[in-house]
């Protein structure tokens, strides 16, 4: 982000001087890419900041489920899911992989391409406070 122009009048202020007001909890799974891109700018700058070539690098197919936050859509339909190509940096064990989210933060994922697992719950004396 640029920094503020010194000025003395109210107009520098105003969202017409390019001042950027970002979210300040940053969603690792959402990014903007170029056209024709396979990853995104940040995936890319993490990419090159460790000497890894994008057109040589291995990538999985990570489902990111949308969120309201993100998008509307009739409460009666599923939730659209977001498919986001990842770089895989590393492997642990069989079923984890480490990958450069579209954010371009570190994060690991299962092989299959799914972010959580489902059908975990908590053992049942943790629900509901009891």
């Known amino acids: 982000m640029r920094p503020l122009p010194v000025c003395g ?13 970002t979210p300040s909890n940053i969603d690792p799974w959402r990014s903007t ?3 024709d891109q396979l990853f995104t700018w940040s995936q890319l700058s993490a990419l090159n900041r460790l000497g890894l070539d994008p057109e040589k690098v291995d990538f999985v197919i990570v489902r990111s489920k949308a969120s ?4 509307y859509w009739p409460s009666y339909d ?10 895989i940096l590393g492997r642990r064990g069989t079923d ?35």
């Open 68 to 71: 309201r936050r993100d998008m």
């Open 78 to 87: 599923p939730a659209p899911t977001y498919l986001l190509p990842c770089p």
């Open 96 to 130: 984890q992989l480490e990958v450069i989210s579209p954010a371009g933060m570190r994060k690991w994922v299962y092989s299959d391409g799914s972010i959580t697992r489902r059908g975990w719950a908590p053992p049942k004396r943790y629900r509901n406070g009891r």
């Open 9 to 21: 009048d109210r107009e520098h202020l105003l969202p017409s001087s390019g001042i950027v007001i």
């Open 33 to 35: 890419r170029g056209e």
